[in-house]
């Protein structure tokens, strides 16, 4: 069954460092999306990409994020300046369609700012 | 803000035993739900959906009741499994984008 992949698992960085999380979306998907969750809390949505460009963000989502799909497989999320309130769980989705399409969750990269 | 909330935190069940959890939505133009389970340390796995022109849906072995006039959602579990311990998420979507918002959660524990 296929299935979304995130790389690393666990990211443990210094404040004020850049990371990139990466997603393996389903590879039929078109839409794709990142989720954080903070520990002990709900999961919030933060982005939607959909032909090579931002669909949809949430607040959250402000100017030290950025994402990209730098080839056909590959999602990627960029914090560009890492603050200790980023810490949390980062999922990544795919959807084949939009509005009532399944969203496919990865397993996950845990993020740990220091 | 609108949001997604949940009822219980915690819901203890003995083992073959039917489960309900519940969840609050105030968002009136949502059309969209769906439960998601999540195991530990993995990513929230769908388990059921429901549109807002229904008011039941039945999986295998889960069913979804969704209430609009008091604006509630509830998944039940039939014949609950150790396997089914994990936390339950309902989630809302409306038609003016894809973004899932998220309840809080409520924890299933299942005792043998």
């Known amino acids: 069954e296929p299935e979304v992949t995130q790389t690393p698992s666990h990211q443990v960085t210094q404040m004020g460092q850049e990371v990139i999380l990466r997603c393996v979306p389903i590879s039929n998907h078109l839409y794709f999306y990142w989720y954080r969750q903070i520990l002990g809390q709900k999961v919030e949505f933060l982005v939607s990409f959909y032909n090579n460009e931002i669909s949809e963000k949430s607040e959250i989502f402000d100017d030290q994020f950025s994402v990209e799909r730098p080839d056909g497989s590959n999602f990627t999320l960029k914090i560009r300046s890492t603050k200790l309130e980023d810490s949390a769980m980062y999922f990544c989705a795919s959807s084949a369609g939009q509005t009532i399409d399944e969203q496919f969750f990865g397993p996950g990269t845990r993020l740990t700012v220091l | 803000g609108e949001s997604v909330g949940l009822h219980l935190p915690t819901l203890s069940v003995q083992e073959g035993d039917n489960s309900i959890i519940n969840c609050a939505y105030s968002?009136?133009?949502?059309?969209?739900f769906i439960w998601y389970k999540q195991e530990s340390g993995k990513g929230p796995q769908f388990i059921i959906d429901i549109r807002s022109n229904m008011d039941k849906r039945q999986g295998q072995r889960v069913t979804v009741l969704l209430n609009k006039t008091v604006k509630h959602l509830s998944l039940q579990i039939a014949a609950t499994q150790p396997g089914d311990s994990a936390v339950y998420f309902c989630?809302?979507?409306?038609?003016?984008?894809?973004?899932?918002?998220f309840g809080g959660g409520t924890r299933l524990m299942v005792k043998p």
């Open positions: 989630a809302e979507k409306w038609n003016a984008g894809n973004m899932l918002t």
């Open positions: 968002n009136s133009a949502s059309d969209y």
